[in-house]
C-alpha cells in the first residue's frame, strides 16, 4: 500500500552501499573523513541562507514565490527545525516479533480500487472552503515558544471545518487538552512537541473527543491535562491516500468535496518556512515532516512545472504567508513537496452524550499493525462487561486495507472447549455485513440494537477479509516506535480472541496486544422531574378570579424540593412563599382560583415562579413560571374603589396554593 517508501527504502540501501565503499577506499588511504548526508548537508546550509540569498535562489530556479522574513525565520536554526512534528508511522528496522503479525507498510496497494472518496463528482477547476466560511481562523502552534505540534493543529482544523460544515459553527477546539491527555503524554510522559500523527490524534478523538479551547489554552510546551468537558467526538475517519499522495490529485479534489477540508503532509524547507506570497513549489523527494490542512484548489494557478496548486491553512500564526491567498495560508504547487502524502479526513462525529459508552481494549488504537493467517481473512473477537443497564448500537473498527468486506454478530455466551479454545454462543441481534472502501476508523450502526445488563458480558465478533490479497486484515494495539513507550503504557485485557475459520478461537495478545474492535452503547436518559404554571390570562382587575393551573411530576426515584415565589419588578420584591417536598413517584395537576381583592393601590407586573430542586445541592431540576399584571385603578369597573393602604394583602394566596399540593402529597 505504500509502495513509494520501498523505493525510498531501495534508494537509502544503495546510498549505504556507496558510502561503504567510500569508506574502505578512505580507510586504505589511512584518512578518517566525515560523510554527511547529501540532502542533510543541503538543508543545513539552506536553513543558513539569508532572505535575500532564498530569493535569489528562488528566482534562478525559475520558481513562481516570494520569501520575507516571519517570526518562524528569525528562530534559532534549532528552534526554526522543532517547528516541523510530523512523524509517519515507520516499518520496524528489526524483524517483526510475531509470525502471524505484518506492519501495514507491508501490505499491497489496491492499485486502481475505487475509494469512497472518488464518488462520481466533477471536481470545479477551483474550490475555496475558506471563502464558504467552513475554516476556522489561522493559529499559531509556535507560540509563546517553538513546538513540533503540526500533527494536533492539522488534526483540530480539519475536525473544526467539519464542524462548520455539518452545523454553520466555527468551534475552537483545545489542541493543548489533546497533547496533554492523549494516551501517549498522559501515561507514557510523552512530550507532544516532539511530533505525531493522524493515527494518534484519531485515537483520541474517537476514545474521548475535542474540547473548548477556552478550557484548557495552548501553551506550547507539555501541560497537565484538564479532563475538559468534551464538545464533539470522532465515530468515522477515512485514509486517503499514503505515501504516494502528492500524485494523487483527483483522489483528494474528491476526498475534500465529500467530507470537506483534510489532513495532510508536506515537506517543509527552508523556503517554506520563508513564504511569503506566490504558489510555493519545490522538487526533490524527501519524506514529509509537516502537517497541514488542504481547504482548497485552483487548477489555473502557474508554477516551473505547469498550472495547478493546492489552497492550504498552515499552523504558524498570520506572521508567515502574509502576502499569500490568506495571512497564514499558502498556494503549494499541485506534486510539490509531496503535499498531498498522508491525507485523511474525519467523515463522521457526533455531540458528546454522558449517557454513551465506547468499549475498547485496544488502549493505543491503530498504530499500523496487523494480525492474521496469511489469508485474506481472520476473525476477531474482544469480549466486554457493562456495567450498568444499557444499550449496544454500534460496532466500531480500524480497516486497515481498501476494499475489505465485514461480518459482524453479537454473542451471550463464552464456550470454554478446552486447550485453550473458545466458541461464542446465544446469538444477540442479527449478523450484519458490511463493505469499507478505504482504510481508516469505521462505526457501524447495528440494524437491531441490543440490551445490555450490568454485569452480564457480551462478545463483538467480526470476520474480517480482504480483497487486495493482504493476509493480515485484523488491526492490533501494537507500536514499536520507542519514542512513545507502548510497552510501558499498553496492557493486555486477555478478551481479545482471534480464529482462522470462525469455529474455534482462542486468546490474543501478551505484552500488552489487544484487538482494534470497539463497541458503542447509549443509555435512555433517564425521566427528569417537570413542572408547569399559568395562568388563564395576563391582565387582572379587582373582583375577577385569577386561575393558576399548576403540573408537577417527580418520575425519579427519590423526593425533590418544591419552591414557590412570588415576585414583581414594579414593585421591587422577590419573596419565598412556600417550601415543601415532592415524593418520588409523585405526579399531579391543580387548578387553583385566586379571588383577585384589592392587592395595590398601584398597578404592578408579577409572575409566579416555581421550581423542583435536588434536596441535597440545590441544583434546579425543573422551572416555570406565569406572569400577570395586576390592573388596578385602571379597570373602569373598579374606578370608584376606595385605595389600598397595605399592599400585597393576599400574598398568604402562594401559601395556600403550596399547602393544597403539600396535602395532595
Given amino acids: 500500500m505504500k509502495t513509494k517508501q520501498d523505493e525510498k527504502n531501495k534508494s537509502k540501501a544503495k546510498t549505504k552501499a556507496i558510502y561503504a565503499v567510500l569508506l574502505l577506499v578512505v580507510l586504505a588511504l589511512g584518512v578518517l573523513v566525515a560523510v554527511p548526508s547529501g540532502a542533510a548537508a543541503e538543508e543545513q546550509t539552506a536553513e543558513e541562507k539569508t532572505i535575500a540569498e532564498l530569493q535569489q535562489e528562488i528566482y534562478e530556479q525559475g520558481y513562481n514565490y516570494t520569501v520575507a522574513e516571519n517570526r518562524i525565520t528569525r528562530l534559532p536554526a534549532e528552534e526554526r527545525a522543532a517547528v516541523c512534528g510530523y512523524k509517519p508511522l515507520k516499518a520496524p528496522e528489526d524483524p517483526v516479533p510475531d509470525e502471524n503479525i505484518r506492519f501495514v507498510a507491508d501490505a499491497p496497494s489496491s492499485q486502481g480500487a475505487k475509494t469512497e472518496a472518488e464518488a462520481e463528482v466533477r471536481a470545479p477547476s477551483s474550490y475555496d472552503a475558506m471563502a464558504l466560511g467552513f475554516v476556522t ?108 499522495g502528492e500524485s494523487q490529485i483527483t483522489t483528494i479534489k474528491n476526498a475534500i468535496l465529500n ?79 509531496n503535499l498531498g502524502d498522508y491525507t485523511s479526513a474525519v467523515t463522521g462525529y457526533n455531540d458528546f452524550n454522558t449517557d454513551d459508552e465506547i468499549f475498547y481494549h485496544d488502549e493505543c488504537g491503530w498504530m499500523g499493525w496487523c494480525t492474521g493467517y496469511g489469508t485474506p ?95 493480515y486484515p485484523a488491526p492490533i494495539d501494537y507500536c514499536t516506535d520507542s519514542d512513545l513507550n507502548w510497552a510501558g503504557i499498553a496492557t493486555s485485557s486477555g478478551e481479545s480472541y482471534v480464529s482462522p475459520d470462525g469455529t474455534e478461537f482462542e486468546k490474543y495478545g501478551t505484552g500488552g496486544k ?110 416555570d413560571c406565569a406572569c400577570w399584571s395586576y390592573a388596578y385603578p385602571y379597570c373602569p369597573k373598579c374606578e370608584s374603589e376606595p385605595k389600598l393602604t397595605q399592599p400585597l394583602e393576599k400574598i398568604a394566596a402562594g401559601r395556600e396554593i403550596g399547602e393544597q399540593i403539600k396535602g395532595s402529597a
Fill in 137 to 244: 481562523p489561522v493559529k499559531d502552534q509556535s507560540y509563546p515558544i517553538p513546538c513540533g505540534s503540526c500533527w494536533i493543529f492539522g488534526a483540530t482544523a480539519e475536525f473544526e471545518s467539519d464542524v462548520a460544515i455539518g452545523e454553520g459553527t466555527l468551534l475552537d477546539f483545545a489542541e493543548q487538552e489533546v497533547g496533554d491527555c492523549n494516551i501517549w503524554s498522559s501515561v507514557g510522559g510523552y512530550d507532544f512537541c516532539d511530533g505525531g500523527n493522524a493515527f494518534m490524534t484519531t485515537n483520541f478523538f474517537t476514545k474521548h473527543g475535542a474540547a473548548d479551547e477556552a478550557c484548557h489554552p495552548y501553551a506550547a510546551t507539555p501541560q497537565t491535562c484538564q479532563d475538559c468537558p468534551i464538545l464533539k467526538k470522532v465515530d468515522n475517519w477515512r485514509m486517503i491516500t499514503g505515501s504516494s
Fill in 259 to 337: 467530507y470537506g477540508p483534510v489532513y495532510s503532509t508536506i515537506y517543509a524547507n527552508a523556503g517554506f518556512k520563508a513564504y511569503n506570497s506566490g504558489v510555493y513549489e519545490y522538487w526533490e523527494a524527501n519524506e514529509t515532516n509537516h502537517a497541514i490542512e488542504i481547504i482548497g484548489w485552483d487548477d489555473s494557478k502557474v508554477h516551473s512545472h505547469g498550472t495547478g496548486a493546492w489552497l492550504i491553512k498552515n499552523s504558524w500564526g498570520t506572521d508567515w504567508g502574509t502576502a499569500g491567498p490568506y495571512p497564514g495560508c499558502a498556494w503549494v504547487a499541485y506534486g510539490a513537496a
Fill in 377 to 471: 481473512t481472520a476473525y476477531g473477537a474482544v469480549r466486554f462487561t457493562p456495567t450498568q443497564d444499557t444499550t449496544l448500537t454500534a460496532v466500531d473498527f480500524w480497516a486497515v486495507d481498501p476494499g475489505m468486506q465485514y461480518e459482524i454478530k453479537i454473542f451471550d455466551t463464552r464456550n470454554a472447549v478446552g486447550s485453550g479454545k473458545y466458541t461464542f454462543s446465544s446469538q444477540l441481534g442479527t449478523t450484519q455485513t458490511v463493505t469499507t472502501n478505504e482504510p481508516g476508523y469505521y462505526s457501524v450502526p447495528l440494524t437491531t440494537t441490543v440490551p445490555l445488563t450490568a454485569g452480564d458480558d457480551f462478545i463483538v465478533q467480526v470476520k474480517a477479509t480482504t480483497t487486495t490479497g493482504w493476509g
Fill in 514 to 623: 489487544d484487538l482494534g474492535i470497539r463497541a458503542r452503547a447509549e443509555r435512555e436518559a433517564p425521566e427528569e422531574p417537570e413542572i408547569s404554571v399559568e395562568t388563564d390570562k395576563f391582565e387582572y382587575c379587582l373582583g375577577e378570579t385569577m386561575e393558576i393551573k399548576i403540573a408537577v411530576s417527580n418520575p425519579t426515584s427519590s423526593p425533590v424540593t418544591l419552591k414557590w415565589f412570588f415576585g414583581s419588578p414594579t414593585l421591587g420584591v422577590w419573596l419565598p412563599m412556600y417550601v415543601g417536598s415532592l415524593p418520588a413517584g409523585y405526579a399531579n395537576t391543580f387548578v387553583v382560583p385566586l379571588p383577585v381583592e384589592k392587592w395595590s393601590e398601584t398597578p404592578f407586573s408579577a409572575v409566579w415562579y416555581v421550581d423542583l430542586q435536588d434536596p441535597e445541592t440545590g441544583k434546579e431540576l425543573a422551572a
